[in-house]
Nanobody, 124 residues
Framework: QVQLVESGGGSVQAGDSLRLSCAASGRTFSGYAMGWFRQAPGKEREFVSAIRRSDSMTYYTDSVEGRFTISRDNAKNTVYLQMNSLNSEDTAVYYC?????????????????WGQGTQVTVSS
């Protein structure tokens, strides 16, 4: 059974930092991209960031570029999201995802595996 387990969410003040972690188990994600989506209350789910296994190329949505950094430890099947300079618009449930090579890396369709989500709340 495949599992993605997120950790590291919480409540912080604007300008603070958080680091999300996602540990994958149940299969080898050797060829998979891994990343993060988020969903804020009353809004659609949106792509945040992803990293490819093949060359570790990273992708970010414009609103987090320069503030968030994604990384992965392939030996541990773990992906991280370092979030700096958080603001209230970053408040959302953050979902870890893992997916194969088919589809656009920013598209939710690509990702077959989703975590349960971790809440990030930023107070201004």
């Amino acid at each position: 059974q495949v599992q993605l387990v997120e950790s590291g969410g919480g409540s912080v003040q604007a300008g603070d930092s958080l680091r999300l972690s996602c540990a994958a188990s149940g299969r080898t994600f050797s060829g998979y991209a891994m990343g993060w989506f988020r969903q804020a209350p009353g809004k659609e789910r949106e792509f945040v960031s992803a990293i490819r296994r093949s060359d570790s190329m990273t992708y970010y949505t414009d609103s987090v570029e320069g503030r968030f950094t994604i990384s992965r430890d392939n030996a541990k099947n773990t992906v991280y999201l370092q979030m700096n300079s958080l603001n209230s618009e970053d408040t959302a449930v953050y979902y870890c995802v893992a997916g194969g090579t088919m589809g656009q890396i920013r598209s939710a369709i690509r990702y077959a595996y989703w975590g349960q989500g971790t809440q990030v709340t930023v107070s201004s």
